[in-house]
């Protein structure tokens, strides 16, 4: 009998994996949501250029796009605390359909309103407002959806699919939106953004949970618990998992020290010395492109210390301070930008992947929006104090602090036992 030559068989084997690892994709409600999701997306990314290219031209100037952009971040540091209790309470899929209504209705008001004319910088902080709101009760949502629609071993490969499907949004997105708004103009982006919130609707409405399917919030409290005492079993929850708060305080500072230097003075020094706004923008697409490779590796990985491997991803963030400390060349920086999506999306999938498999399922969207608030909240600040430290200390002196405050936090994480006991789950709670 004839046996396959040894090229057919690697073959084979190697299709065997590919189809394995995008196993979670055969799902029906995970494939109708990730098609809604993507659609998203890229109309979100597309829509910031459009945004900012509006207000410029309202004459607000950079002061104006300043209130829009915080408006968006404050709304949800406010919103966060009580949205993953909301959407416990609630259901996931009834939440995320209404922060994505929301958000449809936001960006059809101001697409209306650019089509109008030249609608006044407050209009542009309220919408930004809403849709900042909107995205705090989607996101915790989504990190407890996807144990909903995804088989249990099949999580870690979700969680790289967003990741894949941000990254890759992240570069498309502002290119396609810079071209469409100069040949059809910011309303016509903002309209389309609006639409694409609308597909995500559409697949949300799609979706069929199945009854058994996870832990309902109503079996999971008290029928009588005020949303307070929701908010407050769940920070029982977060506060008795050592690995989780200590990463989560890890990135509350991360943000401040180390991520806010490269997202605000990043583009400034880029424009100084780098090259401009065409050679920042290739440092940038480095950086989606690091991202993309490996969310393209992880897929179908299962590692036994799943938060060993997110901490050390979590080194690559302060490379890029790195380089801009030393006011290095635009290769060494682009170089380091990769290095940093890369490690960025490794962390990304495997704590969010270790988060769903450890934490039971009727508290998931409240330990996650428990978790993302510090970022946010503290995070924030550096968008504020950066620039008055610049002015005062150098910029090498503040890259050189945030590279050091995140290469010393990650060591330090590392070294917990806590951390390096976790393992990979081959199901959720």
Do not use: K
């Not at 407002?129 to 249990?152: K, Y």
């Not at 995140?406 to 060591?411: E, T, V, Y």
Request: hydrophobic letters at 55%; glycine letters at 10%; charged letters at 10%.
């Amino acid at each position: 009998m004839p046996t396959a030559s040894p090229g057919v068989m690697i073959r084979c084997v190697r299709r065997e994996r590919l189809q394995h690892r995008a196993r979670v994709l055969r799902e029906r409600n995970f494939r109708r949501f990730y098609a809604g999701y993507v659609t998203s997306l890229l109309g979100s990314s597309m829509s910031t250029v459009a945004i900012a290219w509006a207000v410029l031209d309202s004459g607000a100037g950079a002061t104006g796009l300043g209130f829009v952009f915080t408006a968006g971040v404050v709304s949800q540091v406010v919103m966060l605390p009580l949205a993953g209790a909301v959407a416990d309470r609630l259901g996931r899929r009834r939440v995320m359909l209404s922060a994505d209504v929301l958000r449809c209705g936001a960006q059809a008001c101001l697409a209306a309103a650019l089509f109008a004319g030249r609608p006044p910088l407050w209009l542009f902080i309220l919408l930004a407002w809403l849709e900042g709101t909107g995205e705090a009760f989607f996101s915790p949502a989504l990190d407890a959806l996807t144990v909903e629609i995804s088989p249990p071993d099949q999580l870690g490969n979700a969680n790289a699919l967003y990741g894949l499907a941000t990254s890759a949004a992240r570069i498309a997105g502002p290119a396609l939106g810079g071209v469409l708004v100069a040949v059809a103009g910011p309303a016509a982006v903002v309209a389309a953004d609006a639409a694409s919130y609308a597909v995500s609707v559409l697949a949300l409405g799609l979706l069929r949970r199945p009854a058994a399917a996870g832990v309902t919030a109503a079996a999971a409290r008290p029928a009588r618990r005020s949303l307070l005492g929701d908010v407050a079993e769940g920070w029982g929850e977060f506060r008795s998992r050592t690995w989780l708060w200590v990463i989560t305080a890890q990135f509350a500072c991360f943000n401040l020290i180390t991520w806010a230097p490269w997202m605000l003075l990043g583009p400034v020094m880029g424009r100084e010395y780098l090259g401009g706004a065409a050679v920042w923008g290739a440092i940038m697409a480095a950086q989606g492109a690091g991202a993309i490779v490996a969310g393209l590796g992880s897929l179908g990985r299962r590692p036994r210390r799943p938060l060993v491997i997110a901490t050390v991803g979590t080194f690559c963030y302060a490379l890029p301070d790195i380089p801009m400390a030393l006011h290095a060349s635009a290769p060494w920086v682009a170089a380091a930008a990769f290095a940093c999506g890369a490690g960025s999306a490794l962390s990304s999938v495997f704590f969010t992947t270790t988060m769903q498999q450890q934490v039971p399922p009727g508290l998931l969207a409240r330990v996650s929006s428990l978790a993302a608030f510090p970022a946010y909240g503290i995070g924030v600040i550096g968008y504020a104090i950066d620039g008055p430290l610049a002015a005062a200390l150098g910029t090498p002196v503040v890259f050189g602090v945030g590279a050091a405050y995140g290469l010393l936090s990650s060591a330090a994480v590392l070294a917990l036992p806590a951390v390096r006991a976790v393992r990979w789950r081959a199901s959720a709670q």
